[in-house]
């Protein structure tokens, strides 16, 4: 039954009833509304059933009337999207949210405490000291498998071959926090490319810190990486992001 606001004393054929019904504000909205819930649709790689995705998916682009070339595409992109997770292996830069700057390293050693490699925060990208690899804690990567929010891993420094660790003896140069992890936090989900994480060591949980303290080697000045056992802050968000060579 036609709701009697609607007007199709007019229409003559099927079609023209048909067309009445669409340009009606109720279904334009009701079209609005059901493209709002395609777009919050997620595809999710660990639930193995892909079968009730691609109903709920087909089901909203019938009752918007998207056409199949755009079904394919809002498809594809959905996948490639949820498929940009990080994993054993993967290539990825840390973003150090409050100030902008990169986690890297370098040849320059410390003077003092542990005499490793510096690790500092980089205003610019530079490839490969900004580049980490991320292995397992057990070193076995088989599979590729994805990474999960308390997964323990190493952060292999691509520029100098070294992982990043938070010393729980040695004190940072400028503000005395522990020198400079091997696992991530961000509770238990999929770490996906440029979500914001907190980075932690397995056994004191110290938190990997940055400021806009500095200390300088060689005439050089480094922005400070830290540890610390305090609160956790602004100071300690990290944007995590699969790096893809150009």
């Known amino acids: 039954m036609i709701h009697p606001s609607i007007n199709v004393s007019k229409a003559n054929t099927f079609e023209e009833i048909s067309n009445t019904l669409k340009n009606d504000i109720f279904f334009i909205s009701?079209?609005?509304?059901?493209?709002?819930?395609?777009?919050?649709?997620k595809f999710d790689p660990k639930d193995?059933?892909?079968?009730?995705?691609?109903?709920?998916?087909?089901?909203?682009?019938?009752?918007a009337e998207i056409n199949v070339e755009k079904q394919k595409k809002l498809l594809l992109e959905n996948f490639i999207k949820e498929q940009k997770l990080i994993r054993f292996g993967s290539c990825i830069t840390l973003k150090h949210v409050a100030t902008g700057k990169y986690l890297t390293s370098c040849n320059v050693r410390y003077k003092t405490g542990s005499g490793r490699r510096i690790v500092f925060a980089s205003q610019t990208l530079s490839k490969?000291?900004?580049?980490?690899?991320?292995?397992?804690?057990?070193?076995?990567?088989?599979?590729?498998?994805?990474?999960?929010?308390k997964s323990k891993v190493n952060f292999i420094n691509?520029?100098?071959?070294?992982?990043?660790?938070?010393s729980d003896y040695y004190k940072s140069p400028s503000t005395g926090n522990w020198e400079e992890s091997d696992s991530t936090n961000n509770d238990d989900i999929?770490?996906?490319?440029?979500?914001?994480?907190?980075?932690?060591?397995?056994n004191e949980n110290f938190i990997l810190r940055s400021h806009e303290f500095h200390f300088t080697f060689e005439n050089e000045t480094y922005q400070e990486i830290g540890g610390h056992k305090g609160r956790v802050d602004e100071n300690?968000?990290?944007?995590?992001?699969l790096f893809e060579s150009e």
Not at 48 to 63: D, G, H, L, P, T
Not at 158 to 166: L, M, Q, R, T
């Open 190 to 202: 999929c770490i996906k490319s440029k979500e914001i994480i907190n980075i932690r060591n397995m």
């Open 128 to 149: 490969p000291n900004s580049l980490w690899i991320i292995l397992g804690f057990d070193q076995k990567n088989e599979n590729n498998p994805i990474i999960y929010g």
């Open 30 to 41: 009701f079209k609005h509304s059901v493209k709002e819930k395609l777009q919050k649709l």
């Open 48 to 63: 193995k059933i892909y079968v009730q995705f691609i109903n709920i998916f087909r089901e909203y682009c019938y009752e």
């Open 158 to 166: 691509k520029g100098v071959n070294e992982s990043i660790f938070i």
């Open 236 to 241: 300690d968000k990290w944007c995590i992001e």
